[in-house]
């Protein structure tokens, strides 16, 4: 049950992503649904079910994206393998806690998507024109910085819902 | 007991691993394009209902504006409407001298020769990183890889990837698009470029080269990879250093590409491949 909800909670939050979000973000930076999903998930859930919902997540994610699929899913199945390794020393989920790992979190996802994309257009999988300019520094301040701000800011609404959703399904918590 | 977890816990993310890995490879070689495609459809489908709402609360939010506003709205489009009244007529006077002249020598341009197809933009990438638009038509309806997009106000990007019933775009505000442009006014010659922030920028103009605040940029068509005489912006500012052996230029172009709703896939211009000229030019070795 709890993975069909969150094949729904995590393609909406694509497609949200997807269609909606350009026109309320403001800057290159957006907000990342399914990252902050997947991360608040497994902050409280068993580790084969947040591998289920980085692989989820993952997926949807890049079957809306010029990336190939399973770029992002390797990328949140790391994030979510860390989180559990670190929950099992945590005893109490405070904001710290997860400001810490709202902050960190994203700036990992985000550098190794970018890193992804700096890599596969190297060796041919995405197009890039001769001459085309790729500058990290201002993908770093143009695009990653926002996104950890947006994400900053929505994380304690998307806990606060994961944390209700999984009470309600009476899911393992720590 | 420990160890136990600890080897379950293991066997997970190994398996896991495996799996995104298989799927990568598979997908970066295109085997997977097919269940792509049809896994996509209908998160694209979604997608583009959801764009097509987003858009219409923008516009009618946008087109809410006070009286007063309006009055003066309307006030500077009577201006500008006078002041290209005139120019209108001057450019038809060139158009009609330039079909006679076109007539003598059998010339046509690659623009009269454009069809188009129209479609509706149902997705943007969800990476911030990669600027691409999702649209609903794909080979089934003739587009090709390579096919230039625009719109009424200028040149969006070009076809990336396509599936029977979509396509992926890709920005000219991508950072890894770069189009051959001239001035459209003084000629010069130069390289626009996509930046991270979306903006756009004019590389490789010679250091002289007359380039002012308002000029038009086109595509040049060099590289034959697109029509040329696509507009792609304006000239916002522009910059040249001492040090520098080339001029830059920012450039605004006149779409706003977070809030595109229909596009035309320039269906009639047929990309050259240059490749062949490099593999076969010598090395001067």
Redesign the interface.
């Known amino acids: 049950m709890g993975n069909y909800i969150g094949l729904l909670i995590l ?1 909406v939050s ?7 979000l ?2 309320l973000t403001y ?4 907000p ?1 649904f ?1 990252f902050l999903f997947v991360l608040a998930w497994s902050i409280n859930a068993d ?2 079910q947040s ?1 289920t919902w ?2 989820m997540g ?17 990328g949140l ?1 790391l994030l979510v ?1 860390t989180v ?1 390794g670190l929950g099992e020393r945590v005893y109490r989920v405070g904001v710290l806690w997860l400001a810490g790992l709202v902050l960190a979190g994203t700036l990992f996802f ?1 550098v190794y ?2 890193t992804a ?1 700096f890599v ?2 190297a060796i041919g ?11 990290l520094v ?2 770093f ?3 990653v910085l926002p ?1 950890i701000v947006y994400n900053f800011i929505l994380i304690w609404f998307v806990y606060f819902a994961v944390r209700r959703i999984q009470r309600w399904l009476r899911e393992p918590v720590s | 007991m420990r160890r136990s977890v600890q080897s379950r ?1 293991g066997a ?2 190994t398996g ?2 495996l ?6 490879g ?3 070689f295109g085997l ?1 394009a097919p269940v ?1 495609g049809l ?2 459809a209908p ?2 489908w ?3 209902l ?2 097509r709402a ?2 219409g609360i ?1 516009t009618a939010v946008e087109g809410n504006r006070s009286y007063a506003e309006l009055l003066d709205y309307v006030a500077d489009l009577e201006t500008a409407f006078a002041r290209q009244q005139s120019e209108v007529v001057a450019l038809r006077e060139f158009a009609s001298d330039y079909q006679r002249l076109a007539d003598l020598v059998a010339y046509t341009s690659a623009a009269q020769t454009q069809d188009t197809i129209a479609a509706d933009v ?9 600027r ?1 638009i ?1 649209i609903n038509k794909g080979s089934r309806e003739g587009i090709r890889t390579g096919m230039a997009v625009v719109t009424g106000q200028g040149l969006v990007g070009r076809v ?2 396509v599936t029977s019933s979509a396509s ?1 775009v ?1 920005l000219i505000t991508s ?5 051959s442009a001239r001035n459209q006014r003084s000629r010069a010659e130069g ?1 626009v ?6 903006e756009l ?1 004019m ?2 103009l010679e250091p002289g080269a007359d380039v002012q605040v308002g000029d038009l940029v086109i595509t040049s068509g060099l590289g034959g990879n697109l029509p040329p005489d696509i507009v792609i912006g304006q000239v916002r500012s522009t910059r040249q250093f001492e040090s520098e052996i080339e001029q830059t230029a920012e450039i605004s172009s006149l779409i706003d590409f ?2 595109l709703e229909i596009v035309l896939v320039v269906t009639g211009f047929e990309p050259i491949d240059l490749s062949i000229f490099e593999a076969t030019a010598p090395t001067g070795n």
Request: charged content about 15%; hydrophobic content about 55%.
């Open positions: 393609a694509a497609v949200l992503q997807a269609s909606l350009p026109f800057g290159a930076g957006t990342n399914v580790l084969r591998v980085a692989l993952g997926i949807v994610l890049d079957l809306l994206s010029a990336l190939p699929l399973g770029t992002s899913a390797l199945l393998s559990s985000e998507r970018l994309v596969y257009r999988i995405l197009p890039q024109d001769a001459g085309a300019a790729i500058d201002s993908d301040t143009t695009v996104t | 816990r997970v993310l896991a691993g799996l995104v890995a298989l799927l990568i598979l997908s970066a997977l792509e896994v996509s998160l694209e979604l997608s583009g959801i764009n987003a858009i923008d149902i997705a943007r990438d969800t990476s911030s990183a990669l691409t999702v990336i990837e992926r890709m950072e890894a698009s770069a189009i390289a470029v996509g930046r991270a922030s979306g920028r590389l490789m977070n809030r």
